[in-house]
């Protein structure tokens, strides 16, 4: 009896410790505000924090997304992938979204290098990171509320 009770015990602390580092789809909805970027030019410098952010992703557990900058709000869907052992949230938009971006300049409002999509990589539990670096922007830093 004591090995019983012993093995509920030891087994309820260890579920209840365990803390998953994806953002899936196991906990939807999910809200993600810009904290702060990083300069894609000068290595191991600090994030420069952003307090007061309209910038934020919103992802459903239907797979869909809204991204708000603002007045303007685009969305598509999602997905989750691993490369090389890092774990990405891929943001792929639709048509409409796509077509708002070009009409903004095609570089504002889509933060990828003229693509239709952005990737995040997936830092921790709590925070994710886009990138312009590849076409000389800053790194972004959001954060789950």
Not at 36 to 43: D, N, T
Request: glycine share 6%; proline share 4%.
């Amino acid at each position: 009896m004591k090995n019983v009770l012993f093995a509920l015990l030891l087994s309820s602390i260890l579920l209840s410790c365990k803390e998953t580092e994806n953002p899936d789809a196991s906990a939807m909805p999910q809200e993600w505000v810009l904290i702060g970027y990083r300069s894609g030019w000068v290595p191991e410098k600090d994030i420069v924090p952003i307090t007061d952010s309209v910038y934020h992703y919103k992802l459903e557990a239907d797979g869909s997304f809204v991204k708000t900058i603002g007045k303007y709000r685009m969305s598509g869907t999602y997905e989750f992938s691993t490369f090389e052992d890092r774990k990405y949230v891929n943001l792929n938009y639709d048509e409409a979204s796509i077509q708002l971006n070009e009409e903004y300049g095609s570089w504002g409002l889509i933060h990828y290098c003229g693509q239709h999509y952005e990737p995040f990589l997936i830092l921790d539990s709590k925070t994710i990171r886009g990138s312009w670096s590849e076409c000389d922007g800053p790194n972004l830093y959001f954060e789950r509320r």
